[in-house]
């Protein structure tokens, strides 16, 4: 079966950072787009950072130059550190894959920050 499993969510003080992880499973991972994506109590789900096939990155301008994102393919995983978070940051946040007409999610990790 296809699965996508974040990890690395959690609390962090402002100004800190968190690395989040997104493994698969049950599909070519080599040939998909993986996105992150976010979405805060009470607003529209947005996006944070996307990465291509051949490892190019696209960012929202929120998060350019704090949110790097990553892949490896014999892992199977995508990252995305996240580095002077603010409040701002406090969201879900959702591992994309899509290729062509196909599209997974995985369920999200939680990530807080406050003081």
């Known amino acids: 079966q296809v699965q996508l499993v974040e990890a690395g969510g959690g609390l962090v003080q402002p100004g800190g950072s968190l690395r989040l992880s997104c493994a698969a499973s049950?599909?070519?991972?080599?040939?998909?787009?993986m996105s992150w994506y976010r979405q805060a109590p009470g607003k529209e789900r947005e996006l944070v950072a996307r990465?291509?096939?051949?490892?190019?990155?696209n960012y929202a301008d929120s998060v350019k130059g704090r949110f790097p994102v990553s892949r490896d393919n014999g892992r199977k995983t995508v990252y995305l550190q996240m580095n002077s978070l603010n409040r701002e940051g406090t969201a879900v946040y959702y591992c994309t894959a899509r290729w062509t007409r196909l599209e997974y999610w995985g369920p999200g990790t939680q990530v807080t920050v406050s003081s």
């Open positions: 990465i291509s096939v051949g490892s190019n990155p």
């Open positions: 049950g599909f070519t991972f080599r040939t998909y787009v």
